[in-house]
């Protein structure tokens, strides 16, 4: 199935793709902006009525004017821009186009090629989204409240694709095989596996850089409680006043950990023109009200305990060399160090992202500058981690590297071998009278034994290192008895004959006399031969063998004997 071909729907018709993406994107925007225009209409009753413009066309322009805000699209009021928006607000439109990037695959089919199958599902579900937000960007508009149409246009489609994207990834990872939990891990799946390995080592460290952030700002809002309620005590918003309150805070609650990301980096934010709040010092004029604020530091030297996030960046550097390292397709030897470095020069553009996302004019004036800089953040997030990156990529690689290899299983021995046949073969016979059928001589066995299966053993593995056995032991000879006997060493073939040991502790006899010529007495003793020409010479020097006597011939030569009723007849030969 190529990307361009869909599943049919069941009255037989095909959807175009682009078609499948305008209904999402109808669907996306029809449920959120339901959604806010009902805060926003809580909220109506609640404050003022001129606070929102008067009438319902006020309360729609507002609720409208929010959902642009929640694509992260700025506001131009009379007193400048407001830019600083909560990042939390891009929960409720993301969510909504991650289900429908999941519905479109679904509805459309899975595509052919993967990856720019995702890829066009996002386009076509962004498109429209995207025409449609600067739409309503151009109707919301007022004289007192406007968003510019560009700004509408290219956070829908930037929220959109992304969004989209992951929802389409998960879906169609699920349809090919077992499924994820994240469009993140769905998405990793899809790509290749060299920018897969970079993008698991920038997650990684981005995630160690906003835990630290999370954890510098938790621990400053439980330390300054009593300033928060002070401040909450000056607004008295009432109960509906204080939920939309609580609303907003934890709307914001993303861009104070990306500010105490920014603080654990080195270079801090800034609450106005002329104020910071870095590890190097803390300077501050007035700050708004907001509870949330109230949990700055006091103007002065930093906070000790606040130092120890400056190790955030070299341990966020160190994950991230790992895992860049361990994702790696292959070995990388020499240049592990540059891929960690290249981990963590993309840590410090996502930080500089998330840094201009977090950050913003609140008007003009001296509250034009707040937040941190994306590019004193990047550039110190890609220096520091960046370099541990690359020194524990570099290390991780060597360590790898020294790894032995694993050695092959030991192969089963034979016995093991013919104990697993045995066992094999009884289960089968035992089977076979379980069903029914009787076995060899009609004649059926006992539970069978579950059978052992040897291990599969590779061509190449080595041969089995032979197992000795233990010597038995020794037994000492039980006291009162003979010793054991002891055998002599038999002697080698063709070897030269030892002379004989006496016996019973004889003395050996005197060496017979040399025989003389003249001396008949003695006979004349034989020659020593090799065992080679022994047999030969002996059996030439042995003599003829004597004749043995002969009775001499009888009177009757022929002679009959009766033998158990069996008549013989016996004649003796002369000869």
Same mark, same amino acid.
């Given at each position: 199935m190529t990307d361009r071909q869909h599943r049919p729907e069941p009255d037989g018709t095909s959807r175009p793709l682009y078609v499948t993406g305008l209904v999402g994107a109808l669907w996306c925007i029809g449920i959120g902006l339901a959604v806010l225009t009902t805060v926003t209409l809580i909220g109506w009753i609640a404050a003022p009525r001129t606070t929102m413009g008067p009438g319902l066309p006020g309360v729609f322009r507002t609720a409208v004017n929010l959902w642009l805000v929640s694509h992260h699209a700025g506001i131009s009021v009379p007193q400048g821009r407001i830019g600083l928006l909560?990042?939390?607000?891009?929960?409720? %439109?993301?969510a909504l186009l991650y289900r429908s990037g999941a519905w479109m695959i679904r509805a459309a089919g899975v595509p052919g090629r993967p990856r720019t199958g995702v890829l066009h599902v996002a386009v076509a579900l962004a498109a429209p989204y995207a025409v449609l937000a600067g739409l309503l960007a151009l109707a919301a508009a007022s004289s007192s409240v406007s968003t510019p149409a560009w700004e509408a246009l290219l956070g829908a489609f930037i929220v959109a694709v992304v969004s989209g994207g992951l929802g389409a990834a998960r879906a169609l990872v699920a349809a090919r095989g077992p499924g994820v939990r994240s469009g993140l891990g769905a998405l990793l799946k899809l790509l290749p596996e060299r920018p897969r390995s970079l993008v698991i080592g920038v997650s990684g460290a981005t995630a160690v850089?906003?835990? /630290?952030?999370?954890?510098? *700002?938790?621990?400053?809002?439980?330390?300054? @409680? %009593?300033? /928060?309620t002070e @401040?909450?005590?000056?607004?008295? %918003?009432?109960? *509906?006043g204080g939920i939309l309150l609580l609303v907003v805070e934890v709307a914001f609650l993303p861009n104070a950990v990306i500010w105490g990301m920014a603080y654990a980096i080195g270079p801090?934010? /800034?609450?106005?023109?002329?104020?910071? *709040?870095?590890? /190097?010092?803390?300077?501050?004029?007035?700050v708004p009200a907001f509870p949330p604020l109230a949990a700055l530091p006091e103007a002065g030297p930093a906070p000790l305990i606040s130092l120890l996030a400056l190790a955030a960046p070299f341990v966020a550097g160190a994950v991230g060399g790992v895992l860049t390292v361990r994702a790696m397709p292959s070995a990388t030897s020499e240049a592990a160090p540059l891929w960690g470095f290249v981990c963590g020069a993309l840590t410090g553009v996502v930080a500089a992202f998330l840094s201009a996302l977090a950050g913003g004019p609140l008007g003009?004036?001296?509250?034009?500058? *707040?937040g941190p800089s994306p590019w004193q953040v990047g550039m110190m997030a890609a220096l520091e981690v960046g370099i541990s990156a690359a020194i524990v990529a570099w290390l991780a690689d060597r360590r790898a590297a020294r790894r032995p290899a694993e050695p092959y299983p030991e192969p089963p021995s034979r016995r093991d071998t013919r104990k697993a046949a045995k066992a094999a073969k009884e289960g089968k016979e035992a089977k076979n009278v379980k069903e029914g059928k009787a076995g060899k001589g009609g004649k059926s066995r006992k539970t069978p034994v579950a059978p052992v299966l040897a291990a599969p053993v590779p061509e190449d593995a080595p041969a089995p290192e032979r197992r000795e056995r233990p010597a038995p032991p020794v037994r000492k000879p039980a006291p009162y008895t003979a010793d054991p006997l002891e055998f002599e060493e038999a002697e080698p073939i063709l070897a030269p004959r030892k002379a004989a040991r006496p016996r019973g502790g004889r003395t050996p006899a005197p060496p017979r006399p040399e025989p003389t010529e003249d001396d008949p007495s003695h006979p004349e003793p034989e020659p020593e031969w090799t065992a080679e020409e022994e047999p030969i010479e002996r059996a030439v020097r042995e003599p003829e063998p004597r004749p043995r006597d002969v009775p001499s011939p009888r009177d009757d030569p022929e002679r009959i004997e009766n033998r158990g009723g069996a008549i013989y007849v016996l004649r003796e030969d002369q000869d």
């Open positions: 909560p990042l939390g607000t891009l929960v409720l %439109p993301g850089l906003l835990a /630290s952030g999370a954890i510098l *700002v938790g621990a400053s809002l439980a330390m300054h @409680v %009593p300033e /928060s @401040v909450y005590d000056t607004l008295a %918003p009432g109960i *509906v801090g934010f /800034s609450i106005g023109a002329g104020t910071g *709040v870095s590890p /190097s010092g803390i300077f501050l004029d007035s003009g004036g001296r509250m034009a500058t *707040v």
